[in-house]
């Protein structure tokens, strides 16, 4: 008999998305007349930089052509992207990260919900809340957890973020084997100092332990004391691994383009406590169950390292936090205190209030969809993130009518 793996059973359904969008949905039908505008987003609205889209169309030609043709490629990426990640984003910033360090892949989702594959099941997690879903629901998948009791899955180390804190959590007391870190993160915004990460490195070391560092939104840091990679920090090539994506970065949300560090210096522990380095399993994973990037992608993102890719980017990016800080300055107008927008493209509002009922009064009464708090974690409850992917114009709008929702 086929049975099936049972730690799904344990997964809490996902209801945050589908319970948006039956609400606007219910909103839409009684109110056709009334146009919404969606701030709720984790999705970029904006077309791709030029210099993208021409190594695109160059690249698609070299595929028609059965001299410069390419069938599959290195899975761990062409070695020209490789160089380039390695250069721009490492070198030029002080950190020694080799190209074969680099893992090149179709988003940093799947690498940051498949890396734990090469940890055991018995290790202790910790995790910020709130959080990233993927994280979380990947380690249930994996067998990880206990049941979910009121929001939470029993043996999690949870990390709260929030306003005592500055929405950074503090290093824990209690020993963990694999930390999760966002930054600058998403719900929150929230950006870490270089003084934060090396605590966190400190902690790591001490118990042994591995760090996973999201920067998918390192591109928004216009802070120049905030640190853009943790290998800027000391330690870390023993200690973490770092997760990149271009979706944000160059509105590759669509496009599919990542990638994954994993310093040769970084060990783990087999069941004898003899240190094993964890670059090879990561390599053998990759290899076996990955068959690379398209080469027409692979073009599109090396584009991002050309000056003229450097300067769209930023403009696009640009773009966003300058939507972003409207969206500051009109909350706090309001007298609401929020974090986020001014390194990051997402703006964390303390409502002071049930999360729920304010998304249902900016819904109902200025017909702007954020996302509630409360689906991000515990943590999250009376906080709504509101996201600057949108065009201006709209943008704008929405402030207006929140405004004068909540006079
Ligand atoms: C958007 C996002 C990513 C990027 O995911 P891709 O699969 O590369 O599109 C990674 N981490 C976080 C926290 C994100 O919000």
Redesign the pocket.
Known sequence: MIKINENYSKLKASYLFADIARRVNAFIAANPQKPLIRLGI??VTEPLPPACVEALHAATDEMANRATFKGYGPEQGYAFLRDAIAQHDYAARGCSIEADEIFV????????GNIQEIFSTDIRLAIPDPV?P?YVDTNVMAGRTGLNKDGRYEGVLYLDSNAANGYVPAIPKASADLIYL?FP???TGAVATREQLAAWIAYAKANKAVILY?S??EAYIRDPKIPHSIYEIEGAREVAIE?R????TAG??GT???YTVIPKTLMAYDSAGNAQAVHPLWNRRHTTKFNGVSYPIQKAAAAIYTPAGQAQCKALTDFYLGNAKLIREAMAKLGLPCVGGDNAPYIWVNTGRDSWEFFDLLLSKAQVVCTPGAGFGTCGEGHVRISAFNSRENVVTALERIAAALK
């Open positions: 984790g999705d892949s179709d988003g940093a989702k799947c690498d940051c990233y993927v966002c993160n998403n719900p999201d998918a939104y997760f994506s271009y979706s944000k590759f949300t599919r383009c990542a």
